[in-house]
Structures are given as structure tokens and as C-alpha cells.
């Protein structure tokens, strides 16, 4: 499964079911492709659940895909870590403070 169609099922459900477990505008997630494929052909790519479903589908590569959706607790390493690699970092280290209670200073 590709990740633009994995986060629209999860989206899609959400949306559904309403009880909050994956709200698409503050769920931190990983996407990742051709993981040790070599530096060329491996994609990392991290952001909320709606900016990695608003990504160009182009930009994660080719399959294997995976996603890793960010559970409740985040250390500060690994939010400046795989913001290296977010949509946008600014979203990414506020949606880490607000909603994850990460302490970024």
C-alpha cells in the first residue's frame, strides 16, 4: 500500500468514526520508502497526517512503503531529528510542543 493511500484510509476512518484517535491536522507521522535501498532511492518524509496526504504522491518513491504514526510521547532528539525531514518543520515542532507537550527549548 502506498503512503498517500494509507493515511487516506486512516483519514477516511477518523473522519468516520469521530472519537479523536487520529486527528489529521496534529498526528505526527514518518513515511519511508526503500529503507537501506541505498541514499538515492531511499525517502523520508515527515509531517501531520493531512500535509503527508497533501504531498506530491511522486515524492515517496518507490514501494516498500512504510508509516510510522508518532504515539503520545516524543523525546526533543527526535523531533529535531525527523524534522530534518518534515513538510514543514515549523508545523512540525509546533504540532511536537502543542499537542505532544515536547519541550523544545
Known sequence: MSIPTAVSQLIEI???LREGVCPPD???AIALSRVGGGEENERII???LMELLNH???NYGQPLHS????GK???HLEVDYAGEFAVD???WRKTASDVYNVSLE
Open 14 to 16: 477518523e473522519n468516520s
Open 26 to 28: 496534529t498526528t505526527l
Open 46 to 48: 515527515a509531517g501531520t
Open 56 to 58: 506530491p504522491p511522486e
Open 67 to 70: 508509516l510510522v504514526i508518532l
Open 73 to 75: 510521547r516524543l523525546h
Open 89 to 91: 518543520r515549523q508545523t
